[in-house]
């Protein structure tokens, strides 16, 4: 089982940066592919971007591309999401969550396939 804990949220004005971390328990987060999903008021939850376990490949949706980066840090236990050039529309909850996978090398990209949540971290952008 793995605990997630996320932090580095804000309120931002239009155009700026932030960076998301989000740290884990355990001894065995590198068996564990990774993601980061946002939910805003009235909307359902969505995938932002995935990282595999090894950290070799990523996946950002649309929306973000472009503009926010995943990475991780095996040894520190840790998944960033530097997100850049925030836009008013980029305003949610943002969620890490983690998959724990033996084999495949990939990423994931639908809620329900990742087993654990953090509690989220507000961002907040301003016009």
């Known amino acids: 089982q793995v605990q997630l804990v996320e932090s580095g949220g804000g309120l931002v004005q239009a155009g700026g940066s932030l960076r998301l971390s989000c740290a884990a328990s355990?001894?065995?987060?590198?068996?564990?592919?990774m993601g980061w999903f946002r939910q805003a008021p009235g909307k359902e939850r969505e995938f932002v971007a995935g990282?595999?376990?090894?950290?070799?490949?990523?996946l950002s949706a649309d929306s973000v591309k472009g503009r926010f980066t995943i990475s991780r840090d095996n040894a520190k236990n840790t998944v960033d999401l530097q997100m850049n050039s925030l836009k008013p529309e980029d305003t949610a909850v943002y969620f890490c969550?983690?998959?724990?996978?033996?084999?495949?090398?990939?990423?994931?990209?639908?809620?329900?396939?990742?087993?654990?949540w953090g509690q989220g971290t507000q961002v907040t952008v301003s016009s």
């Open positions: 355990g001894r065995t987060f590198s068996s564990y592919a």
């Open positions: 969550a983690a998959k724990s996978t033996l084999y495949f090398t990939g990423t994931y990209i639908t809620a329900v396939e990742y087993d654990y």
């Open positions: 990282i595999s376990r090894s950290g070799v490949r990523t």
